[in-house]
Structures are given as C-alpha cells and as structure tokens.
C-alpha cells in the first residue's frame, strides 16, 4: 500500500481510497478535494544528477505535503519518474 521511497500511498491503493471517500460524502452531503501535483522536468533531475538525487526530492516533497495535510488526509506516489 506504501511507496517504497516516498513512504507515501502507492497509486494502487488510491481508486480503494476514492470509492471510501465519494461514498463518505455522499453521505455526509459534503465535498472533497483531489489534488495532483506534478514536478516539471523531474525526469531530467534523474537524467543529469542520478536516481539517488531524485529519490532524495521525492523524500522531500513527500516529507513537505505530510507536514501540510490533516492527520486524516491522504497523500500518494501516483507516478514513476
């Protein structure tokens, strides 16, 4: 369920997650929100710089949105590179 470098969600847990959660608001007649973020030219970082320098901003910005969501929100690894 857990992405190996990020320690976040992997994109296979997520359509689980979203059912639970357009069902929830369903019944709670609320809304929610998704939001993906992409980091432009990511592919050329591991390109130039190496996987490990890579690997080292996923920690990063994985460790970054843990620090911005509520306890009960979820974050995710959706893609590869």
């Not at 357009?22 to 130039?48: C, G, P, W, Y």
Request: charged letters at 25%.
């Amino acid at each position: 369920l857990t992405d190996d470098v990020t320690g976040l969600f992997n994109q296979r847990y997520l359509p689980q997650v979203l059912s639970q959660e357009i069902l929830r608001a369903q019944r709670s007649k609320e809304n929610f929100s998704i939001l993906f973020i992409d980091m432009d030219h990511f592919k050329k970082v591991n390109d130039n710089r190496g996987h490990l320098t890579g690997s080292k901003m996923l920690q990063q910005m994985a460790h970054l949105l843990k620090r911005c969501v509520r306890a009960y929100d979820y974050c995710f690894r959706y893609g590869g590179d």
